[in-house]
């Protein structure tokens, strides 16, 4: 566990993909829970901050991909949070509709290694949000829906914090951000809007799905990565 500021921390359960802990005196909110088979994994290392699976009253899913959403259902049983995700990505989510279909050979193969590698059991329920939607005991956060890399993809501002969690609407590879992959994203011409949605908010750190998380100055570098990829 790395911790990113006085209330924050980076869960390492996830390997290659971040799980996020928002730790208050009223209870814990968890961004994102991994792969399947993650939950103890990620109990534990709350445990080792003092924090039991009773602490935990919140876990908000980024987007359904089995990488973030993989081990909700288990934590869910374990700790009786209240469980989160927009309402885009709600039926995926809770397997009631299937993902998007794969438009290339690439996107086929990750869809059957989701399928047969990282398929989920899908939780009983959730609470479907949307832009103007709170968090019960996190009224503070901001919900900002980014779709593009899936039709239901949502940021979360910490505005205590100056901290935004972006999901995989950006991703960092080797200390340098990218934007939407062409393989992975739903739509991305959505997804480069959403980019743009996130650079036009204030924020100092940049909390993404996968790669480290940019401590200082982050909004400045999501629009310099905007810059970098302007349309000629």
Same mark, same amino acid.
């Given at each position: @566990? ?12 996830? +390997? ?29 290392? =709350?445990?080792?901050?003092?924090? +039991? ?41 809770? #397997? ?11 996107? +086929?193969?990750?869809?059957? @290694? ?14 479907? =949000? ?23 993809? @949502? ?11 972006? #999901? ?10 990218? #934007? ?30 996968? #790669? ?8 400045? +570098?999501?629009?310099?990565? =905007? ?6």
């Amino acid at each position: @566990m790395k911790q990113i500021n006085q209330s924050i921390y980076l869960l390492e359960s996830g +390997k290659f993909v971040n799980i996020y802990a928002i730790v208050r005196d009223n209870g814990v909110l968890l961004i994102d829970t991994g792969t399947p088979g993650k939950a103890d994994n990620i109990l534990k290392e =709350l445990d080792g901050i003092n924090v +039991k699976p009773a602490d935990v009253k919140v876990i908000v899913i980024t987007h359904a991909h089995p990488d973030h959403a993989g081990s909700c259902a288990v934590l869910i049983d374990k700790t009786h949070a209240k469980l989160y995700i927009h309402k885009d990505d709600f039926d995926v989510l809770l #397997g009631k509709a299937p993902p998007p279909e794969p438009r290339d050979f690439l996107e +086929k193969i990750v869809a059957f @290694m989701a399928e047969h590698f990282f398929k989920y059991p899908p939780p009983k329920d959730a609470i479907p =949000l949307e832009e103007d939607s709170t968090i019960q005991g996190f009224e503070d956060l901001k919900i900002i829906p980014t779709p593009g890399h899936t039709p239901g993809s @949502m940021s979360i501002l910490d505005v205590k914090d100056s901290t935004l969690f972006c #999901g995989d609407a950006i991703n960092n590879r080797a200390g340098k951000l990218i #934007g939407p992959h062409k393989h992975f994203t739903f739509n991305r011409e959505q997804a480069w809007r959403s980019v743009a949605k996130i650079g036009a908010i204030n924020f100092n750190t940049l909390c993404l799905g996968h #790669g480290p998380w940019i401590a200082e100055s982050a909004q400045e +570098k999501v629009q310099d990565l =905007l810059v970098a990829n302007k349309p000629d």
